[in-house]
Structures are given as structure tokens and as C-alpha cells.
């Protein structure tokens, strides 16, 4: 992301000399205003709580987390990361398990980053000129991958499971794709234990059977029909196993 970074009094100069020719660039102006006043709100805010008692509502705050709402929570993480910041830029010690101001700095002066599209793309040249500086900042991002195994489909409460998933806030399209994954691995384990309970003995048996069949799980759409490999088959059946929903090997299989 393109970035600018600059001092709190040097935006506000360059944002007051730009000119608004549509309502978009009103818009994108009037959060970099808003972002340039939320900094420098809580620059005043912490700095002043460290004068006073050396920021201790950081350290009391987090020892109740779990009395706080996520808004509060996150306004306190937000502004942990300020003092980290502060403390890279000199104005800011730990020391004593105390926060302690050791350079005096008008707010003004205060160094901030926005977001350039939200200067409505200046050029290299209009930004040192007002004093800012722009770069391209890259960034890691972590991102955990889940694999559940096919044995998921038989816990022992599905709505438990969905709702400890839903708790860690996954992507949309992932969830979404993970809940048709799994109830369609449960309509399919059904019908397998349906095709041995009819006599199908064998994972061959099973596999070309389970082609040959539609399903009707709802009135309004399409059946489904199970396209599968034995290879697949093989790996529901060792699941429907070690559930307890089936006994057997291969060519004697039975449903509990």
C-alpha cells in the first residue's frame, strides 16, 4: 500500500490547499481529515496519561479483558500500538513497568501516516514539497488454514462444531464452502451406509452403486448425484468404522 508520512501540522496544510473537484475526492479528503484528527486526539490522550500516572490504564485494562467489549478492547490495542510507536520515535521509555515521557512534542509535530489514495494520488514531487514523504509499504500477512479430516462429519454435536468455527471469524466464502463440504460428506456417508445396509459388500460395490443413484435432500433442488472415487469411498468407509457405524473389511462390510 502507498503511504504518507508526515507530521500532524504539514497534512493539515497540504489537505487545506487540495481542491475538491467531485464528491469522491470530498469524501476520500474527509477521512484523511478524520484520521488526521483521531491521531492527534489520541497523541494528547496517551501522552497525558503518561504524564499523569505513567499510562497505567493500559496495564489495568488488560489485566480485565475479559470485562471489556471488543469495541473497548480494541480501542486499547489500538492505542498500545501508539505507544510502541512512540517509544520507536524517542518521545516515549519503559521503564519500572511504567511508561515515562522523556522529549517534550507539540501534537502538531507529531509524525502520522494516511493512506495516499486518500490525497488523491499526489505526485512524488507536490509531497516533499508540502514537507510529506511517500512510500510503498509492504506488508506479511499470517493467514491459518484449517484441514479438518473426514472424521469431522461424526462429532457428536454438529452445531457446536459449526459454532466454534464461526467464532474465529473465518472468510465468508470459506465458511460457507466448508458448510456445504460437510453436510455434503454427511448426505454422502448416509448412503453409503444406506448401499451395505441393501447388501453392497464391497468398496467396488459401493462405489458403482453410489453413481448410480440420485438423492433428494430438498424439494425445491436438484437431486444430487455422487460422482465419487473408490479411492474416496475407501476413506469414508474407514471413517464410518472407527465412528462405529459399520464393521468389516472390505468384501464383508455391515452396518452395526
Given amino acids: 500500500m502507498e503511504m504518507a508520512f508526515g507530521s500532524i501540522d504539514s497534512f493539515r496544510a497540504f489537505l487545506g490547499s487540495l481542491s475538491h473537484e467531485d464528491g469522491g475526492d470530498e469524501d476520500a479528503l474527509g477521512i484523511a481529515s478524520e484520521i488526521i484528527r483521531l ?23 488488560y489485566e480485565k479483558a475479559d470485562s471489556l467489549s471488543d469495541e473497548e478492547l480494541a480501542s486499547l490495542t489500538q492505542d498500545a500500538r501508539r505507544v510502541l510507536e512512540y517509544v520507536r520515535d524517542g ?42 514523504r511517500g512510500e510503498r509499504v509492504v506488508s506479511s500477512e499470517t493467514l491459518f488454514l484449517v484441514q479438518p479430516g473426514i472424521d469431522v ?18 472468510e465468508e466464502e470459506s465458511f460457507v464452502a466448508f458448510l456445504e463440504q460437510f453436510f455434503l ?36 433442488a436438484y437431486p444430487l448425484r455422487f460422482d465419487v472415487s473408490q479411492e474416496m469411498v475407501q476413506q469414508l468407509v474407514d471413517a464410518l468404522r472407527s465412528a462405529g457405524r459399520i464393521t468389516g473389511k472390505d468384501g464383508r462390510l455391515k452396518v452395526r
Fill in 39 to 61: 491521531e492527534e486526539e489520541a497523541f494528547s490522550r496517551i501522552i497525558s496519561a503518561i504524564k499523569a500516572d505513567g499510562g497505567s490504564y493500559l496495564m489495568a485494562a
Fill in 91 to 132: 518521545y516515549v521509555e519503559e521503564k519500572d513497568d511504567r511508561l515515562h515521557l522523556i522529549r517534550e512534542v507539540d501534537p502538531g509535530s507529531h509524525m502520522v501516516a494516511v493512506p495516499i489514495p486518500l490525497l488523491l494520488f499526489p505526485e512524488k514531487e507536490v509531497l516533499e514539497g508540502a514537507g510529506l
Fill in 153 to 170: 462429519i461424526f462429532c457428536s454435536d454438529p452445531t457446536v462444531l459449526i459454532d466454534s468455527i464461526q467464532a474465529m471469524n473465518p
Fill in 185 to 220: 460428506l454427511l448426505t454422502l456417508a448416509d448412503e453409503i451406509v444406506s448401499l451395505i445396509q441393501e447388501g453392497a459388500a464391497t468398496l467396488l460395490e459401493i462405489t458403482q452403486n453410489i453413481s448410480a443413484k440420485t438423492v433428494s435432500i430438498d424439494e425445491e
